[in-house]
Structures are given as structure tokens and as C-alpha cells.
């Protein structure tokens, strides 16, 4: 008989269960990832207990998703998501069941989650754990298998087709065969989920270990073709790169690369979407095949997905200015100007990101990184970081330029930013009188 260990806190909350005739179970992720000795700090409760009854036996519960049964209760510190066992009527939309009952028995409940691997339930009295469809055989055995038919299992909630590859590339596991030809069979139906859950989805393979475990089999399984199309087609595109052979497995020995590495979500999701463009770029020129402006394509591709999968400003402006100048390529001859408008297009908070961007493509592309190249860019930066360099540097502002008699108008900005390309090649000039006086001949000569 397996056991996990139970926190006395939780022991504590479980003996208010039982004081009251009811019982309480941890499921799901913390059962799972002890059992495989990983880390996971997010315990999903269940419980006999209606949600009204919870209430009952806590002072400060939140009704927080009370619809689907869960409360949150905070007991001596800390915060505990219960839910109460129910099982789901029809999915007639394919994604959120038509109706949701609450029943007061475990396995009912266990039997309408997704993956045997997911169905792993600790008693919290004494952490006996509860495996009752072979979820600890297939942890052992590597393999994600959907509960029960696994056509059906699909067919009630398309999250699942994704949620299927996530833990595949999360735990390094592979899909039994009936659980992936039925994914295969029902990929178009992922259209169904909202751009929101898919983002999700996506960017927890891109945070796990080896995300090209998740990425190919979005791939395999058509579902990649019905979510970010242009990306899919980047299979068909041969291109020879240091183990690959075309655009799509350098894209993701790219993403591979910055997990490795541990860098962040914008950094994954700019390697997934950097070469995004080159299906629409390519030009065979006798025997070798070219992608000039792909960087430009790709940032336009990329935000067109960006958009469609509802990414936060933010990060649509820190990916498209990632993916727009991923082929910098540093010369010793380059001059403090061209370095400075090179920070001014990345952005100096950027910079790093950017390193880490060009790393993982040369991992990809040359089997290891250019790091004197990058050294040789980031001491070159730190040279010219205090020159004038933007706008707000200038030792003139528009109004001073409206005091000797240019017309405020697009005719201005354009001298401004004439001034300020002058002083990015010669810091020297930015004084006022310098800087006014040029002003003034470049009024009267236009
Ligand atoms: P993680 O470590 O990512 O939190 P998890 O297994 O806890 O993994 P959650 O998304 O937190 O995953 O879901 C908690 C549990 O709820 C799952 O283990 C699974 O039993 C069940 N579950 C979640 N989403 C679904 C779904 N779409 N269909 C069926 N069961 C689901
Ligand atoms: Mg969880």
C-alpha cells in the first residue's frame, strides 16, 4: 500500500472533515509528482462535503469557483482550493459541461478526470493513496492514457487533445496508442477552445523540460495545423541547420535550447515564432536555398498569432522586437553609431533577452552558441551606454526649435530626429548653440 506524506496542517484540516461525517482526499498533480519525486506545490482537494456544508465548518471560506463546487478555505495560514466530487453531464460545446452534479462518491469523481496519471487520490487522515484506474503503472511506464474511452474523453473537452501533449512534455512521458490516434481523430475539434486556455496550454510545454516533446506532438497529432497554422507549414520547408532538416525542428531544437538554459516564457515564445516567416521568404538560388527579410516576415506572422491568441501587450511588444532583430550579427568594424541605434531599436531593458534570443538560434543553427561575438557586442554596448542617445538626450528639445521659428508639425519631428541621428554619430555636437544652428540650415534647405 502507497502512502504520501501528509502536513500536519492538512492532517489538521482533514480531522474537520471527519469531526462533521465527511472526508477529505488530495488528487491530481500532488499525488502524481511525489510519486515521480518532483516538486509540486499546488494541492487540489476533494471532498464529500457539498460546498454550503464547507462553508459551514470554516470560519473564512471564498466561494471561489462555487458554480464547479470548489470553495477556497483558509485555515491557520494557509489557503485550500476543495472541491466538491461531481460528476458532468453532456459537453455539448466541447469544452464546459452542460451541467455539473455533485455526488458523494470518490470514484464517480475520479472516473471524469482526464489521465490515469491524473487520478491518483491521498486519503489526507493517512495519505493511503487511492489508484483506481492503474495510474501508478503508467507513471512507472512513462505513458499518459486517457480514463476510460478516449475518444469520448476527447470528445467531451478539447482541452484535453493539449493537455495530453503538455504532460507528455512535462513529465518525458509518451501517449499510450488508443489515447493518441484518438487525439489524432478529434485535432480539428481544438478550435472549439478559447484563445485564452490555449495560450495557457502552450506556454506550459514551452516552460517544461524539453518542450519539443510537447511541440512535436501538437505536431504529429494535426492539432499545431488548426492552432498556429503558418508554424506548421514550416515542416515542409528543408533548410540544413546543425540537427535538422527543416525550419520546424530548428524551431524547436531553438526552444529546446532556451529551456535548457532556463530562460523565460518571452525568450520560448520568441524562438517559437522567430522563423515563423521563412515558409513565405524562401528563394532557391542554384543549390542553396535563401530566406532574406524572414526576420521582418516573421515579426509580422508572429503578431498576426499574438493577436489571435490574446498575448498581453507586453509581451507582444518584447517578442515581435525580439523576433524583428534575431539576426544582429556584430562585426568588429561596427561604429558606436550603428551599436547605439541598435540599442534604441531593442531597447536597453531588451538587451538581455536578446543575448539569450541569438544564443539559443546559434545553438540551433551552428550546434553552439557565438559567445565572444555576443561578449565583444555587450562590452561595445556598455562603451557607448551613456552617449546621447534617444530623443530625451538631445541638448535641444522641440519647444527651443519653436522659439527660432520652425513651425511646430511633422516638418519638426523630422528635424528633431535629423539632429539626434547627427549626435548619435558624433556626441560631441550635442550642444544647443551646435545643435540650433544645424537646425536652422536644415529648415531653410529642405
Ligand atoms: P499541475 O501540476 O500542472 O497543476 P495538475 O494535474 O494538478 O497539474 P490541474 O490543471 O491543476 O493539473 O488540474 C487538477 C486536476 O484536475 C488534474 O490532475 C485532473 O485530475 C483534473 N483536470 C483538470 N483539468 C481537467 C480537464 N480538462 N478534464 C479532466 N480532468 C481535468
Ligand atoms: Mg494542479
Avoid at 506524506?5 to 482533514?14: G, H, Q, W, Y
Amino acid at each position: 500500500m502507497k502512502r504520501i506524506p501528509i502536513p500536519r496542517t492538512i492532517r489538521e484540516l482533514s480531522d474537520v472533515f471527519i469531526s462533521n461525517g465527511h472526508s477529505l482526499y488530495v488528487v491530481g498533480g500532488a499525488v502524481r509528482d511525489y510519486l515521480l519525486n518532483t516538486e509540486n506545490n499546488d494541492w487540489d482537494f476533494c471532498t464529500d462535503a457539498l460546498p454550503e456544508q464547507v462553508m459551514s465548518m470554516f470560519k473564512f471560506v471564498v466561494p471561489t469557483g462555487i458554480n464547479h463546487g470548489t470553495v477556497t478555505v483558509h485555515f491557520k495560514g494557509g489557503e485550500y482550493e476543495i472541491t466538491t466530487f461531481r460528476t458532468e453531464g453532456n459537453y455539448s460545446d466541447k469544452r464546459h459541461p452542460d451541467s455539473v452534479s455533485f455526488v458523494t462518491n470518490l470514484e464517480e469523481d475520479l472516473s471524469r478526470r482526464d489521465f490515469t496519471v491524473n487520478a491518483l487520490a491521498a486519503d489526507c487522515t493517512n495519505g493511503i493513496i487511492i489508484d483506481l484506474f492503474d495510474g501508478i503503472s503508467d507513471l512507472k511506464n512513462g505513458v499518459i492514457r486517457a480514463i476510460g474511452d478516449p475518444y469520448q474523453r476527447f470528445d467531451e473537452d478539447a482541452l484535453r487533445l493539449l493537455r495530453m501533449c503538455r504532460f507528455c512534455s512535462k513529465l518525458g512521458f509518451t501517449a499510450d496508442i488508443p489515447t493518441y490516434e484518438s487525439a489524432k481523430a478529434l485535432a480539428q475539434t481544438i478550435q472549439a477552445v478559447s484563445k485564452e486556455r490555449i495560450y495557457d496550454e502552450i506556454s506550459k510545454i514551452l516552460m517544461s523540460k524539453v518542450p519539443s516533446v510537447g511541440l512535436k506532438m501538437m505536431h504529429s497529432t494535426g492539432l499545431m495545423k488548426y492552432i498556429i497554422p503558418q508554424l506548421d507549414i514550416c515542416a515542409e520547408i528543408e533548410q540544413d541547420k546543425v540537427g535538422s532538416d527543416n525550419v520546424l525542428s530548428h524551431i524547436f531544437n531553438a526552444v529546446d535550447a532556451a529551456a535548457y538554459y532556463n530562460y523565460s516564457l518571452t525568450v520560448r515564445w520568441t524562438m517559437l515564432l522567430h522563423d515563423i516567416g521563412k515558409p513565405s521568404c524562401m528563394k532557391k538560388i542554384g543549390n542553396f536555398t535563401r530566406f532574406f527579410g524572414h526576420d521582418i516576415e516573421s515579426e509580422k506572422i508572429a503578431l498576426e498569432v499574438m493577436k489571435e491568441l490574446k498575448f498581453s501587450n507586453a509581451m507582444q511588444a518584447d517578442v515581435s522586437v525580439l523576433i524583428r532583430n534575431h539576426m544582429v550579427r556584430y562585426k568588429d568594424d561596427w561604429t558606436d553609431g550603428a551599436v547605439k541605434r541598435l540599442i534604441n531599436r531593442v531597447g536597453v531593458q531588451r538587451l538581455n533577452m536578446l543575448y539569450e534570443v541569438l544564443w539559443c538560434d546559434q545553438i540551433a543553427s551552428e550546434g553552439k552558441a557565438r559567445l565572444e561575438e555576443t561578449d565583444k557586442l555587450r562590452k561595445h554596448i556598455e562603451r557607448v551606454l551613456d552617449q546621447p542617445m534617444s530623443l530625451k538626450d538631445l541638448a535641444v528639445n522641440g519647444e527651443d526649435l519653436m522659439e527660432i521659428g520652425i513651425p511646430k508639425g511633422p516638418e519638426l519631428g523630422k528635424i528633431l530626429s535629423q539632429l539626434l541621428d547627427m549626435v548619435i554619430d558624433y556626441p560631441t555636437l550635442n550642444d544647443r548653440e551646435t545643435l540650433l544652428r544645424q537646425a536652422e540650415s536644415l529648415f531653410n534647405t529642405k
